[in-house]
């Protein structure tokens, strides 16, 4: 069964930094491009960052381009997502997604503000 | 990053047939097709069917997909009240090296 679990989302002030990591299982990671969505209050799905199997290529919104990096650990079948300079609008649930997003983890909460 | 049309909301019987539209460009929906997520309240999107009407083990046969052209469409038939949701469709856009999803549409069923 594949599972995707994201973890590191909290409360964070306006500029301040945070770690996304989600774990996945029950499929061979690296064979899979990942990606990024997130989820503002009450709001649509916003695509923000992909990386293939290899963790190459990768590919930003322009919401985060500069701001955010996505990376990955084939061997630890793990993926991040480094968020920086964050502000009150990056405030949503951050899902992490496999490939055509296909499976879709639980979500984390991520709240900028002061 | 522009985004895939679909309608705000659609509203139906029990019983009925709904569908919903997505209209994007040649770039993604006309180039590799739409995936359909369905996000009941509280509940992380789901998929339902990808590039046209594959669908993933665990979806319903009621939930067929197709497409024409720029625009994919989704139908639900026999409506019931647990497909209340909210339904996005999403796709790869080979211009933008992106995901791009429609605003979602909000499914009441009467």
């Known amino acids: 069964e594949v599972q995707l679990v994201e973890s590191g989302g909290g409360l964070v002030q306006p500029g301040g930094s945070l770690r996304l990591s989600c774990e996945a299982s029950g499929f061979t990671f690296s064979s899979f491009g990942m990606n990024w969505v997130r989820q503002a209050p009450g709001k649509g799905l916003e695509w923000i960052s992909h990386i293939s199997g290899s963790g190459s290529p990768i590919f930003y919104a322009d919401s985060v381009r500069g701001r955010f990096t996505i990376s990955r650990d084939n061997a630890k079948n793990s993926l991040y997502l480094q968020m920086s300079s964050l502000r009150a609008e990056d405030t949503a649930v951050y899902y992490c997604v496999r490939g055509v997003v296909d499976y879709w983890g639980q979500g984390a909460l991520v709240n900028v503000s002061s | 990053q522009a985004g895939l049309t679909q309608p705000p909301s659609v509203s139906k019987g029990l019983r009925q047939t709904a569908t919903i539209s997505c209209t994007g460009n040649?770039?993604?929906?006309?180039?590799?097709?739409a995936a359909w997520l369905q996000q009941r309240q509280g509940h992380p999107p789901r998929l339902l069917a990808y590039?046209?009407?594959n669908r993933p083990s665990g979806s319903s046969e009621r939930f067929s997909a197709s497409r024409s052209g720029n625009t994919a469409s989704l139908t639900i038939t026999g409506l019931q009240s647990e497909d209340e949701a909210n339904y996005y469709c999403?796709?790869?856009?080979?211009?933008?090296?992106?995901?791009?999803f429609g605003g979602g549409t909000k499914l009441t069923v009467l």
């Open positions: 999403s796709a790869w856009d080979s211009n933008l090296s992106a995901w791009v």
């Open positions: 590039r046209d009407n």
């Open positions: 040649r770039d993604n929906v006309g180039n590799q097709g």
